[in-house]
């Protein structure tokens, strides 16, 4: 690991050499020259003094995540201020990412965020096209399935002792989104919202064929059948939804919204509710997938707590996702709907959006609830040039669970196998299932750490590492997370 943290410092060390001011406010003494002979400038004493027109944040995009590897490429964040007077509220927002990771995760992206746009609501726009090679799939419910470890671990196992491939958990899902998010004021910080999108989903098994090119081989990922192959053979995973499918979809709902700034608030709270209408379509790639027509509801609750003035604070989200009326394709069952998206994907329940620790996906299931638990710190603030900084730390608690199964009744299940892969051995059923009905409702417990690093209190640059209390829900220490921003 010690690469890994060699790059963390070149990263922030990046964050700080880049990060400067495009244009601002021309300063008082240039209006006004004044005999610097006489005296020496004090040194600036205000550790919040306010930003006023262009900066900007570039930022090689080499970071660390424990489900996705090491990431190269590039992005930037430009913000705007205007006068200062809404600092550390930025007027505008453009944020711009091209980037790949080791295990074939893309990100290309654009989005736009502003408040002043259209006045007094909030305007957010989100273009991007995520490629992914290897993405995670556990199973459905949780603890239900069962994780083997010793399936995907090559550095640790043989094949004598289990090992089948590193992409047995894996499929390969391309997605491809767009969505137009407007929020409007009600008064006393009630907020209407709305929006439409659409999500184009591309699922297949993992490409062997490209992942082996050009290795040797016994580097080469051996062909055998992950787990997503069996779910569609064995019938769990239809044929209508094995290949994704076009879904737009459309949203509307309340919140609330008292906090005293976007990013890291010292006080106050957020609170939305919403309903999502995602439809589908019957078309020759897919299939017939109008069955997948559902409405989805959605609420969540984020509380920030002052402890010692801006220093301090205690923070906590409460949130849940629950299937109210259709049914939804297995692909979509770890998209969490958000009003308006900042980050480059919302997934539940498992990596760094949601509980972080927990394997990406761990928890698959048609509704989910999780929380979040943390006190945040800083630890010390200074200036670079004209740009204000201050370090973090985040001692922190997640947990999510179940709350909407699928119906994955043993008989139903052993029946289908056996209609569709006569020669599976039923002895090794327990291998892959807990028909436990305890097992799907069992919380899933993480806690861990983070460390930020924050320019003009809107550009952060997050660490986080974290261990569940199972190891059902992941193996190993190596749980890091290297992202841009609080996780809410």
Known sequence: MRKYYVLLVSCIIAAFSFSCP???????????????????????????RKRTGWTFGILPSISYDA???????????IYYFGDGSTYPEYLHSLYVEASYTTRQYGVFRFSYDSKHLIPNHRLTIDLSYLPDAMCDFYGFNGYQSVFNNNWRDSKHFTAEQGYKSRAFYKFRRDLLRFSADLRGPIGNNWYWAGGIGMLGYFTAPVNLAMLNQGKKDEKKLPDVDGLYDKY???????????????HPYVRGGLCYDSRDRQMNPSHGIYADA????????????????????????NFT??????????????????STQLTVAGKSPFYMNSYWNTLYIQRVLYEGV??????????RNRVLANGFAFANFEFRFKVCKFHVKKENFYIGLNPFLDAGMVVQPYDLDENTVRASIA???????????????????KAIYRPHFSAGIGLKAAMNDNFVLSVDWAMPFNKQDAAGWANFYVKIGYMF
Not at 279 to 294: I, S
Not at 350 to 359: A, I, K, Q, Y
């Open 22 to 48: 495009l244009f601002g406010a021309v300063p008082n003494e240039l209006e006004t020259p004044k005999d610097t002979t006489k005296v020496k400038p004090k040194k600036e004493k205000d550790p919040d």
């Open 67 to 77: 489900d996705l590897g090491f990431q190269y490429g590039a992005l930037a964040n």
């Open 232 to 246: 569609v053979q064995w019938n769990l995973i239809k044929q209508n939804e094995k290949n994704g499918g076009i």
């Open 274 to 297: 919403f309903l999502t209408y995602t439809a589908a379509f019957n078309t020759e790639k897919f299939g017939n997938q109008t069955e997948y027509n559902n409405l989805r509801f």
């Open 301 to 318: 609750f984020r509380h920030y707590v002052p402890i010692y003035q801006d220093y301090v604070s205690f923070a906590y989200r409460l």
């Open 350 to 359: 498992g990596g760094c959006n949601t509980v972080r620790g927990l394997l």
């Open 419 to 437: 209609e569709n892969d006569p020669d599976f051995d039923m002895n090794q059923l327990s291998d892959y299932f807990n028909f436990d009905k």
